[in-house]
């Protein structure tokens, strides 16, 4: 047994050096009178363009789309097909500002037919991969009154990391990084082994 445990630990061992693959989650849901949006996450630029920069609206604008902390954002091309084209029906073409918010880091997801045809995710300026984390609320607000559409919509770079909302309880917990959840199958096999050894 013991011979069979060091063969399943090593390769979780090498496994552990490598570095997992992130992506940023957004859930959003009704919290009594009020909208929440509260998202964490790392994207990893490996082997990405930054397409440009800019300052832009903080807030919301679910028909463009346009989900965005902070205002000043490096910008890199979306390029899964087909991208969402929108969260919801929206409210005009207006951003929507937040009442509050956490922090003025600035990442999301944009669209803003003025400046190209193309979707970007956002990041801060000179982003190093460090873990971001920020949220805003809606005073007096409902998914309906925002133009929110339940459901869960993901934007993809080349590389895979992605920027996804969860409005209204669509999806659940964070998003398994690879590397991790390969480690738990293989833990969880090792646990059977061991339980039909002892039987």
């Not at 679910?62 to 910008?75: E, I, N, V, Y």
Request: charged share 10%.
């Amino acid at each position: 047994m013991k011979k069979i445990a060091l063969l399943a630990v090593t390769p979780l061992l090498c496994l552990g050096s490598f570095t997992a693959e992130a992506s940023i989650v957004c859930n959003v849901s009704e919290s009594g009178t009020d909208v929440v949006f509260s998202a964490s996450g790392s994207i990893n630029l490996s082997g990405l363009s930054r397409w440009g920069f800019g300052p832009g609206d903080h807030g919301i604008q679910a028909s463009r789309p346009w989900c965005a902390f902070g205002t000043a954002s490096d910008l890199y091309e979306v390029t899964s097909a087909p991208a969402p084209n929108h969260f919801g029906p929206g409210t005009g073409n207006s951003v929507i500002a937040p009442d509050t918010w956490t922090n003025s880091e600035s990442f999301g997801v944009a669209f803003n037919p003025a400046v190209s045809t193309k979707t970007f995710i956002l990041v801060p300026r000179g982003y190093a991969g460090t873990t971001l984390s920020n949220s805003m609320t809606f005073f007096n607000s409902s998914l309906n009154s925002l133009g929110l559409k339940t459901g869960t919509y993901t934007w993809s770079l080349a590389n895979g990391q992605y920027f996804q909302l969860r409005i209204g309880g669509f999806g659940s917990g964070p998003v398994p990084e690879p590397t991790t959840a390969l480690i738990w199958s293989m833990l969880a096999g090792l646990g059977l082994v061991a339980r039909r050894r002892r039987t």
